[in-house]
């Protein structure tokens, strides 16, 4: 395999070849807290502008996809959240539905409801984090602890729910893994009716400061043609005018029965892709309180035996129950062949499973797509012809997550 | 949100290089000949009234069978109305595995066809910077190639047995009947104790 250099073109037919001081090149990361993860950028800089910049990904390459092609579907939720760990309900989702399609399964309204609220919750903390890291790039230290103070509360309502504060691997095909505990309904109204006062404070805070308004209003602007041809999804491209969203273009788990709007941008600036988390986070908290107002008690998973597991009681006295539960454990449940891809909405983007079954009992084929590697690739575009600090502040503004970038 | 009216569409534009179209679980998916596949994909983005204007994503599927090629899968859209297709792109597996870039039609193709080509190893012509994307430099071979090993050690029993994973799984694919043949099905006649028979009344294939 022959590899190219990475020096750019253009950048080199203006190096006289032996020894230059016009241009200085600076490797970023791939180790560097402003790269939000392991990315690395080579930049090559003209006094402080940006004359080229190239993203070197793939330092997380796990192979996700190729280990799900060889566990059964059910065991593939270990490693779906384990790409975007900052919203991974959305992706434990994503694969969820994929796969439920493909089977045809019937998911019983709670099991959407309680998915529909621990997803809006997921990106609520995802945007948090989004806004408390994005300032810490600006030198901003506060915003970062108050982003946190909040993303508690819901670290321990998911812990609550699933064990774990992160991974949590509850979403099952055909419904959840288990009802809520009974201290989950009192404790999600509590934290979405503080909400809203912390984000009048974060308002004043973060996006009615006019530092912050001069750092980042017209800075790295990304317009409504670039963000169609550089395929930028989610929040990022809502900010440059491209109004799609999933939740509305094709609703799924029960999004049409909730009232919501989709925040939109015209200016694609830094502030624009800001903005629109922002005004998300109060949306996500409108349709929490319409989903827990609709929370009625009943089944959270698909009765089907052919996937879900018996209940317990029933293999004491029903040996067919045993044998279902044995088959479904070793072997797994076999979707008819077929392919499918399920879009939806998650914090960073469109994020959708391509799975192909060949009829066996582990998905054939399985292809993400990743909203964090769609949304990286405008990075080089928008920082081009910009400062250097404030390319640094541009990564923060796409909100990348390279576990998903690199899978 | 299925592209089935575009499919008519191109059979009357393309006649025969549209090889086949299918409707799999409500998706309008149409395969197309290699050498054209550029061509209508242009098409498919330029022509008023079809707009595809977004591409969503590009990826590959190796079929590991010396009958099915290994195929090319573009998902495109109509950002206006929300609409995928899926546009499919079979290459023979005895000749060279290479189509034809789509970077000049859409920037966003860029990192999605160089992971193609670390991934499965399908070259695209007229890539401006055709380099591997996620694996490392002096890795050989396509990981999402079925090929590829996977790396795993076998697990020792006391009795000295070894059960190797890959033999293990082979009874799990769909070529295989699974280790009793069973696929998910209940005796006729069996019924639950808790009232609904398993999958009762469902159409499954």
Same mark, same amino acid.
């Given at each position: 395999?022959?590899?190219?250099?990475?020096?750019?073109?253009?950048?080199?037919?203006? @190096?006289?070849?032996?020894?230059?001081?016009?241009?200085?090149?600076?490797?970023?990361?791939?180790?560097?807290?402003?790269?939000?993860? =392991?990315?690395?950028? =080579?930049?090559?800089?003209?006094?402080?502008?940006?004359?080229? @910049?190239?993203?070197?990904?793939?330092?997380?390459?796990?192979?996700?996809?190729?280990?799900?092609?060889?566990?059964?579907?059910?065991?593939?939720?270990?490693?779906?959240?384990?790409?975007?760990?900052?919203?991974?309900? %959305?992706?434990?989702?994503?694969?969820?539905?994929?796969?439920?399609?493909?089977?045809?399964?019937?998911?019983?309204?709670?099991?959407?409801?309680?998915?529909?609220?621990?997803?809006?919750?997921?990106?609520?903390?995802?945007?948090? =984090?989004?806004?408390?890291?994005?300032?810490?790039?600006?030198?901003?230290?506060?915003?970062?602890?108050?982003?946190?103070? *909040?993303?508690?509360?819901?670290?321990?309502?998911?812990?609550?729910?699933?064990?774990?504060?992160?991974?949590?691997?509850?979403?099952?095909?055909?419904?959840?893994?288990?009802?809520?505990?009974?201290?989950? *309904?009192?404790? =999600?109204?509590?934290?979405?009716?503080?909400?809203?006062?912390?984000?009048?404070?974060?308002?004043?805070?973060?996006? %009615?400061?006019?530092?912050?308004?001069?750092?980042?209003?017209?800075?790295?602007?990304?317009?409504?043609?670039?963000?169609?041809?550089?395929?930028?999804?989610?929040?990022?491209?809502?900010?440059?005018?491209?109004?799609?969203?999933?939740?509305?273009?094709?609703?799924?788990?029960?999004?049409?029965?909730?009232?919501?709007?989709?925040?939109?941008?015209?200016?694609?600036?830094?502030?624009?892709?800001?903005?629109?988390?922002?005004?998300?986070?109060?949306?996500?908290?409108?349709?929490?309180?319409?989903?827990?107002?609709?929370? *009625?008690?009943?089944?959270?998973?698909?009765?089907?035996?052919?996937?879900?597991?018996?209940?317990?009681?029933?293999?004491?006295?029903?040996?067919?129950?045993?044998?279902?539960?044995?088959? @479904?454990?070793?072997?797994?449940?076999?979707?008819?062949?077929?392919?499918?891809?399920?879009?939806?909405?998650? %914090?960073?983007?469109?994020?959708?499973?391509?799975?192909?079954?060949?009829?066996?009992?582990?998905?054939?084929?399985?292809?993400?797509?990743?909203?964090?590697?769609?949304?990286?690739?405008?990075?080089?575009?928008?920082?081009?012809?910009?400062?250097?600090?404030?390319?640094?502040?541009?990564?923060?503004?796409?909100?990348?997550?390279?576990?998903?970038?690199?899978? | 949100?299925?592209?089935?009216?575009?499919?008519?569409?191109?059979?009357?534009?393309?006649?025969?290089?549209?090889? #086949?179209?299918?409707?799999?679980?409500?998706?309008?998916?149409?395969?197309?000949?290699?050498?054209?596949?550029?061509?209508?994909?242009?098409?498919?983005?330029?022509?008023?009234?079809?707009?595809?204007?977004?591409?969503?994503?590009?990826?590959?599927?190796?079929?590991?069978?010396?009958?099915?090629?290994?195929?090319?899968?573009?998902?495109?859209?109509?950002?206006?109305?929300?609409?995928?297709?899926?546009?499919?792109?079979?290459? %023979?597996?005895?000749?060279?595995?290479?189509?034809?870039?789509?970077?000049?039609?859409?920037?966003?193709?860029?990192?999605? *066809?160089?992971?193609?080509?670390?991934?499965?190893?399908?070259?695209?012509?007229?890539?401006?910077?055709?380099?591997?994307?996620?694996?490392?430099?002096?890795?050989?071979?396509?990981?999402?190639?079925?090929?590829?090993?996977?790396?795993?050690?076998?697990?020792?029993?006391?009795?000295?047995?070894?059960?190797?994973?890959?033999?293990?799984?082979?009874?799990?694919?769909?070529?295989?009947?699974?280790?009793?043949?069973?696929?998910?099905?209940? #005796?006729?006649?069996?019924?639950?104790?808790?009232?609904? @028979?398993?999958?009762?009344?469902?159409?499954?294939?």
């Amino acid at each position: 395999m022959s590899v190219k250099p990475v020096n750019p073109p253009q950048v080199e037919a203006e @190096l006289p070849g032996s020894f230059s001081t016009r241009y200085m090149r600076i490797n970023v990361g791939p180790q560097h807290p402003s790269t939000h993860g =392991v990315l690395r950028l =080579v930049v090559d800089l003209d006094g402080e502008q940006i004359v080229s @910049l190239k993203p070197q990904v793939g330092y997380l390459h796990t192979g996700f996809e190729k280990t799900m092609e060889n566990r059964t579907y059910q065991q593939c939720v270990t490693y779906s959240n384990r790409m975007d760990y900052l919203h991974a309900f %959305a992706h434990d989702l994503a694969y969820v539905l994929a796969v439920e399609k493909l089977m045809d399964a019937r998911v019983p309204v709670r099991a959407q409801r309680i998915r529909v609220i621990l997803t809006e919750l997921n990106r609520i903390a995802s945007h948090l =984090v989004f806004f408390g890291t994005g300032m810490l790039d600006m030198g901003a230290l506060t915003p970062y602890f108050y982003c946190m103070r *909040e993303r508690e509360g819901l670290m321990d309502i998911f812990e609550a729910v699933s064990g774990v504060r992160m991974n949590y691997g509850y979403f099952r095909v055909g419904g959840l893994y288990q009802d809520v505990p009974d201290t989950f *309904e009192p404790m =999600v109204p509590k934290w979405i009716d503080a909400f809203p006062k912390h984000t009048d404070e974060y308002f004043n805070l973060f996006m %009615a400061n006019s530092i912050l308004k001069a750092r980042t209003q017209g800075v790295a602007v990304v317009t409504r043609d670039m963000a169609i041809d550089y395929a930028l999804t989610g929040p990022s491209a809502r900010a440059s005018g491209v109004p799609l969203d999933y939740r509305k273009a094709a609703p799924y788990s029960g999004y049409e029965d909730y009232v919501f709007d989709v925040p939109m941008r015209e200016e694609g600036d830094i502030y624009a892709r800001m903005a629109v988390r922002f005004e998300e986070m109060l949306e996500s908290c409108k349709i929490v309180r319409q989903a827990l107002d609709l929370l *009625e008690p009943g089944p959270v998973k698909d009765p089907d035996r052919r996937i879900s597991l018996p209940p317990r009681r029933e293999l004491e006295n029903s040996m067919e129950a045993v044998i279902f539960h044995f088959k @479904l454990v070793t072997e797994g449940f076999h979707p008819p062949k077929g392919e499918v891809y399920v879009p939806t909405e998650s %914090a960073r983007g469109e994020l959708g499973y391509y799975v192909i079954s060949d009829g066996g009992s582990m998905p054939y084929r399985v292809k993400v797509k990743a909203p964090s590697l769609a949304n990286l690739q405008s990075l080089e575009p928008s920082s081009i012809g910009g400062l250097f600090a404030d390319m640094v502040i541009n990564i923060a503004s796409f909100d990348p997550v390279l576990g998903d970038v690199d899978k | 949100m299925s592209g089935a009216t575009s499919v008519a569409a191109l059979r009357a534009a393309f006649g025969g290089a549209v090889e #086949r179209d299918d409707l799999i679980c409500g998706d309008a998916v149409v395969w197309v000949a290699a050498a054209r596949s550029h061509e209508i994909l242009a098409w498919l983005r330029d022509t008023p009234g079809q707009d595809y204007n977004y591409l969503v994503d590009i990826t590959a599927v190796d079929y590991r069978d010396p009958e099915l090629p290994l195929e090319v899968c573009y998902q495109v859209r109509a950002l206006a109305r929300a609409e995928d297709l899926r546009v499919k792109v079979a290459l %023979a597996k005895d000749a060279p595995l290479v189509v034809e870039s789509v970077v000049n039609l859409w920037r966003g193709a860029d990192w999605l *066809e160089r992971e193609t080509f670390d991934m499965l190893g399908i070259e695209f012509e007229g890539h401006p910077n055709l380099r591997k994307l996620l694996t490392p430099e002096d890795l050989d071979g396509h990981p999402h190639r079925k090929d590829f090993p996977l790396g795993e050690t076998p697990t020792l029993f006391n009795d000295g047995r070894f059960l190797d994973p890959a033999a293990f799984r082979a009874g799990l694919t769909g070529r295989n009947p699974g280790l009793t043949g069973w696929s998910g099905g209940a #005796r006729r006649g069996v019924t639950s104790t808790e009232g609904a @028979l398993p999958g009762e009344g469902r159409d499954k294939a």
